[in-house]
């Protein structure tokens, strides 16, 4: 095989994505207002993540503190803000206090066999009940656990196509070519 036909077998394998398009205008001002007042972004572009602070998203583009130009939108492909952990904490929370109260009320249905047995001859209905009431139990701890924790939430993503593997061969002066590569996670 000779050289010069590599670079059209690997283009065929991985081929090249199409450049990203702006947002349109609904889009535009339903980020604004997440946007703009945020203390700090986390913007994707083509070159990697970057964390930005006192950003202010317009039509032509994103600007923030320490740059003077701005981004323009059609570079932008995920922008993050910092969000509250509640959500995550109630489902986490309800789950293990409803797996809790239905091992509690499981281990409760067996017959009373002494006078002095307090926790047996549960009810299929009691122990349904002890599930939902330690799952909701579970869910508002632990959604104040999560209130103060602070995580990136997606707010918005390029719905342009994404290569998860990306091959470039570039030709160099002295005849040869570079193959570079790259693993999207």
Do not use: H
Not at 61 to 88: M, Q
Not at 92 to 99: M, N, Q, S, T
């Amino acid at each position: 095989m000779r050289l010069g036909t590599l670079p059209l077998i690997l283009a065929f394998f991985f081929p090249t994505s199409a450049p990203a398009q702006s947002p349109d205008a609904a889009t535009v001002s339903r980020l604004q207002s997440r946007v703009n007042g945020q203390q700090t972004i986390r913007v994707g572009l083509a070159a990697g993540r970057m964390v930005v602070t006192d950003p202010t998203l317009r039509s032509d583009g994103l600007s923030f503190a320490g740059r003077s130009d701005k981004i323009p939108l059609s570079e932008i492909s995920e922008i993050e803000v910092r969000g509250s952990a509640w959500v995550t904490g109630a489902l986490v929370g309800g789950a293990i206090g409803g797996a809790s109260g239905l091992a509690f009320g499981l281990s409760t249905t067996r017959d009373c066999a002494e006078f002095f047995d307090i926790y047996c001859d549960t009810s299929a209905g009691e122990v349904v009940f002890a599930t939902l009431v330690t799952g909701a139990f579970g869910a508002a701890v632990g959604g104040l656990i999560g209130l103060p924790i602070r995580k990136w939430k997606t707010v918005y993503r390029d719905s342009g196509p994404r290569d998860r593997f990306g091959i470039a061969v570039l030709p160099r002066g002295n005849g040869s070519v570079v193959v570079a590569g790259r693993v999207a996670f």
